[in-house]
């Protein structure tokens, strides 16, 4: 579910006109007492407003079970207050500490092999343990009791990341919330048996404690039964977001709660669309993946993000100021991404800019993340940008509290078709949902095209691509025959249509439930090996994936064959008009290359054209909130603007 514009929503509780917040995560715990003051002194000269704090807090909170230490966290809230910087805090639930291991070794996740997943790292926690939930709620209750009206608090920061290491449990805890869970979607067994399709391998179940997660297997799982699974992990992890959150709200009803998404690459496990409603705002973490497209994965993720917020202000939770510590090889940034990576969140809807974190850690296993303080201290290259950045950030108050305008394009971004799509068993394993969805982004941008990307069907865009929309529920089809009968135009692409909510395929040929919208017929896939391609008379080439399409409907307009391989002659790329509407068809990966061949087309028939001069498109995004327009330098280049001057290289303008 997704906010809508009559949904209320708070933001952070301080007094004053509207601004940009602008800080990091900060663990003094990890430093001496003697650098608190030098960090709040520093935090100011960046013109750092807000810190989260307390996030991996616990063992020092709680030292021991009955006892409580909060004088150092009382110091530095203190101390923070005083300097004018509010505290985002952390209810400190997302790692238990070792007295709670080894109290309740019965907390600790269990992986689908059977074996027990160990501490030393962080979320070492079953999110359906009852016992874990107690005692995260007992903190839960001491936080807000002792800080809840302190001035400095401005928002509650539930737990941190859920899911991002525990999000699939296969423990005992696991199997029976994931029978309660399955009790109240199915109601009987019978139900419960017909949805699984539990007659395929003498699978079916006469008693409901006969039912387990999707364990390691001989073979492949029942499909039914893992897509079950994750929404039931996804589930478990936002029932405790609530959980956490309603005694937040009993306590203290002034201050808004939220908890940091984590929209970004293939984290693909928390179905954000259903959690978005159970915040105040929406917050999310998000780092640069290395790759051709990872300026426009990061344009992606935020425009996400800034629609699962409804169009409103969010925060962004994390981001790095330059390097990571976890992939394979971590490349500092260049000069101007610091920036820019920053003002496109903003662009997307971000009122609030946070790093992780605000000091570079001597010790620990990110030692060498970057911070807002690196290492090499306040004389460096990075605590002068982040304080260049913190000065136009707080330049910047006229654009905070505005919100996200609409495009006339969308992408349609579906958690449970990326889900599916991806199983095993299919006519590929090379499939990959989420790239997909991004070359579409890529190839707009390419054309100057402005486009939002959403998590559920709209019927305020005049365009609408459905990239490998796989899962289509009955009233989904409903919906996007409506769509198209009242003027949309809709373009969705190879693999889509096939199974309803069930994960059981729409008999009568492919594309299943879309068949008859799209008036073509494909009676076998035709999936592509590794290096094989076929060529298109348009001048493209697919890959991946290729269809053999029958067209049903005589008014169904070829906008492109295959030229070679084994569908030469036959069509690839389908349009049928319906009405005043259109539906389209893209069999094959097309990469953003051949989409951006392919677009105008679509575009044109649309009546969607680029709100930017030609010599820019493709060279600058252009997004936008309320009246002010940000053009993003997406090159490596210096682009003329005209009259606006010259943009520079990994610039953004705003004006």
Sequence with gaps: MTTDDTTPRRWLRRAGAPRLEYGADYNPEQWPREVWPDDVRAMRAAGVTVVSLAIFSWARIQPRPEVYDFAWLDEIIDLLHAGGIAVDLATATASPPPWLIARHPEILPVDKRGNTVWPGGRQHWRPTSPVFRAHALRLVRALATRYGKHPAVVAWHVNNELGCHNVYDYSDDAAVAFRAWLRDRYRTLDGLNAAWGTDFWSQRYSDWDQ????????????????????????????????????????????????????????????????????????????????????????????NLTGNLAGGRPWFLMEHSTSAVNWQPVNVAKKPGEMHRDALTHVAHGADAVCFFQWRQSKAGAEKYHSAMVPHAGEDSAIFRTVSALGRRLASLSAVAGTRRAPADVAILFDWESWWVSEHDSHPTDRLRYKQEALDWYTALLDLGIRADVVPALTTDHRLVIAPILHVVPEELASDLKRYVGNGGH???????????????????????????????????????????????????????????????????????????????????????????????????????????TVLPALLDGAGVTSELPPELRGRVELARRGEHRFLINRTAEPVDLGPDGILEPRGVLIR
């Design 490 to 596: 809709l373009v969705t692409t190879y693999f889509s249509g096939i199974v309803d909510e069930n994960d059981q395929i729409w008999l009568g040929g492919y594309p299943g439930a879309l068949r008859d919208l799209l008036g073509i017929r494909i009676e076998e896939f035709a999936p592509l090996l590794d290096g094989e391609t076929a060529e298109l008379d348009n001048g493209t080439t697919g890959t991946l994936w290729t269809d053999r399409i029958d067209v049903t409907d005589p008014a169904v307009e070829i906008l492109a064959r295959y030229k070679t391989g084994e569908q030469a002659e036959r069509a690839a790329i389908t349009r049928r008009a319906v009405g005043a509407g259109s539906a389209a068809y893209v069999s094959t990966r097309l990469g953003p290359d051949g989409l951006a």
């Design 211 to 302: 039912i387990i997660p999707p364990r390691q297997a001989t073979t492949h799982p029942n499909p039914t039964q893992r897509l079950d699974f994750k929404r039931f992990s996804s589930d478990a992890l936002k029932e405790h977001l609530i959980a956490e959150r309603d005694l937040l709200h009993e306590l203290t009803p002034d201050l808004p709660v939220t908890t940091n998404f984590m929209v970004m690459g293939e984290m693909s496990p928390m179905n954000y669309a259903d959690w978005a409603a159970e915040v105040d705002f929406v917050a999310n973490d998000h780092y640069v993946l290395p790759g051709p497209q990872a300026r426009d994965e990061l344009s992606f993720s935020a």
